[in-house]
């Protein structure tokens, strides 16, 4: 008896299958800088590389504050703690005073913990948290540090698979 084959496509990377994602949130801002210290800068859109973070920034050129000590490839912090640390504090944060990469907006960063996730067409890693330091404070404004506080100050997350992100992008969790 003879088998017949059953022709099945061939798929390249962009149509590779992956579970499900379920929406979380939005990505509401991005932010990058070429140099550790110099003003962040807002963009709509930043390829995101594997293995290394957002081209054209600090810490995917190596080029941050705390390079090569400390590097996050790509930094996230919460739209809603950004919200509440100039409610609160009276703490300029919405410029990218803040010093992270991308801001989010409708969940909370801490479901991340251990997970995988994507923004878009990119997937990314949850690599640890990311209090803020005396540093900022430093280049920014008096009590930055005290209004990000231990545990406002953003995560810190590995790029895993590249692509694009751009403002507006959805964030789901597989």
Known sequence: MRLSR??????????????????VGRL??????????????SVESVEAVAGSGLRGDRYAEHAGYWS???????????????????????????H?????????RGFDLVDLTGRSFTIGDVELAYDRPRPPCRYIASITEAGMTRALGARRGGICARVTEGGWLRVGDEVALP
């Open 68 to 94: 090569p000590l400390d590097e996050c490839q790509v930094t996230l912090i919460a739209g809603e703690v950004l919200d509440e640390v100039t409610r609160v504090y009276g703490v300029a944060v919405h």
């Open 28 to 41: 509401e801002a991005i932010f990058v800088t070429d140099a550790g210290g110099a003003p962040m800068r």
């Open 96 to 104: 990218g005073e803040h010093r992270r990469n991308l801001v989010t």
């Open 6 to 23: 059953r022709w099945v496509p061939r798929v390249g990377r962009a149509a590779r299958a992956r579970p499900p994602a379920t929406p």
